[in-house]
């Protein structure tokens, strides 16, 4: 089936350690999205990608860095996770950007502590 | 700076009545996007709003946009369980000609959790 698959879908870490967030689409669309949902917030943009190895920042990239060397994969790294990034991971996708509403992964659930 | 208030963040209500979620914003936006996102799950899109005046319907949910007023309005009409949910409101700002730069914004509200008592 197509869709936007998400994993791991909860995962506990330690501050200081390394994570990815992997993030896999079979629509084939060009537009992949990371957003983060915090409690009191709605969901910022952290980062997103037009194509492959194109990505660019959106409101809150600072600690995380993303990578798309297949059209299909998007996967999000902390590199050194801080427990402000504990959080809602949802990755997403759309065929042009945000100009029309984009499909949403079931999200993973971060914890670091 | 884009920036989007929604309220009530949280509206508990019984079944069978009516009400209405308000999505403000503080600069002019390209179009308004309405989500739901039930616990635990994804978001998944409801509406679609471009120009001011704009309205659409799907059953129970009746989504419209004033641009002019910066405003939008979720209206729930004779409320059933199965609409509890969380509903968030996003708006675009895009100023790209062809495609999406850093330029362009989706800023989302903080979401209305909306609990419908049997």
């Known amino acids: 089936d197509a869709g936007i698959t998400q994993s791991p879908r909860y995962k506990i870490t330690e501050t200081g350690r390394q994570v990815t967030l992997m993030c896999h689409q079979t629509?084939?669309?060009?537009?992949m999205f990371w957003y983060r949902q915090d409690l009191g917030h709605g969901l910022r943009l952290i980062y997103y990608?037009?194509?492959?190895?194109?990505?660019d920042k959106g409101e809150v990239p600072d600690g995380y860095v993303v990578s798309r060397s297949k059209t299909e994969n998007f996967p999000l790294t902390l590199e050194s996770a801080t427990r402000s990034q504990t959080s809602v991971y949802f990755c997403?996708?759309?065929?042009?950007?945000?100009?029309?509403?984009?499909?949403f992964g079931d999200g993973t659930r971060l914890s670091i502590l | 700076e884009l920036k989007v208030e929604q309220n009530p963040l949280f509206l508990s209500m019984q079944e069978g009545k009516n009400y209405t979620i308000y999505c403000n914003y503080s600069?002019?936006?390209?179009?308004l996007y309405w989500y739901r996102q039930d616990p635990g799950k994804s978001l998944e899109s409801l509406f679609v709003?471009?120009?001011?005046?704009a309205v659409k319907q799907e059953g129970r949910l009746m989504a419209s946009l004033d641009t002019k007023a910066r405003l939008s309005t979720l209206h729930i009409t004779a409320a059933v369980h199965d609409l509890s949910a969380t509903y968030f409101c996003?708006?675009?700002?895009?100023?790209?000609?062809?495609?999406?730069?850093?330029?362009?914004?989706?800023?989302f509200g903080k979401g209305t959790r909306l609990h419908i008592l049997p």
């Open positions: 997403a996708s759309s065929e042009s950007g945000i100009s029309q509403p984009q499909h």
């Open positions: 629509w084939s669309h060009s537009y």
């Open positions: 990608s037009a194509a492959a190895d194109i990505t």
């Open positions: 600069t002019t936006s390209d179009r």
């Open positions: 709003l471009l120009s001011n005046g």
């Open positions: 996003a708006v675009v700002r895009i100023r790209a000609s062809l495609g999406m730069n850093r330029d362009d914004k989706i800023i």
